[in-house]
Nanobody
Framework: QVQLVESGGGLVQAGGSLRLSCAASERTFSFYVMGWFRQTPGKEREFVTRIHGSGITYYADSVKGRFTISRDRAENTVYLQMNSLKPEDTAVYYC???????????????????WGQGTQVTVSS
């Protein structure tokens, strides 16, 4: 069973930066796609960004130009660099992975097979 463990969350002032990490128990290149989602109380988990095995990346409009997803195959880790943080970025951030190829809506949570436990990001104004 693949394990995903997020880290790097915390409290930061608006305009600041954080880097989240998602460590996988298997080599990341075996995943078809890995993504980051976030969730605030009372709301559905929303897509933030994803990276495919080919290296192609996609971003939600709300984070485009501020967030960057990347991967380190040697370290079996995917990163989320978050710059110019805003109070509305405050959420629990989850790492997710899909191991099966195929056509799917990769912005939907049900597309992913494995999830981490989440890490809290709080941006103060």
């Amino acid at each position: 069973q693949v394990q995903l463990v997020e880290s790097g969350g915390g409290l930061v002032q608006a305009g600041g930066s954080l880097r989240l990490s998602c460590a996988a128990s298997e080599r990341t290149f075996s995943f078809y796609v890995m993504g980051w989602f976030r969730q605030t109380p009372g709301k559905e988990r929303e897509f933030v960004t994803r990276i495919h095995g080919s290296g192609i990346t996609y971003y939600a409009d709300s984070v485009k130009g501020r967030f960057t997803i990347s991967r380190d195959r040697a370290e079996n880790t995917v990163y989320l660099q978050m710059n110019s943080l805003k109070p509305e970025d405050t959420a629990v951030y989850y790492c997710a992975a899909r191991t099966r190829p195929g056509s799917a809506n990769y912005s939907r949570t049900e597309t992913y097979d494995h999830w981490g436990q989440g890490t809290q990001v709080t941006v103060s104004s």
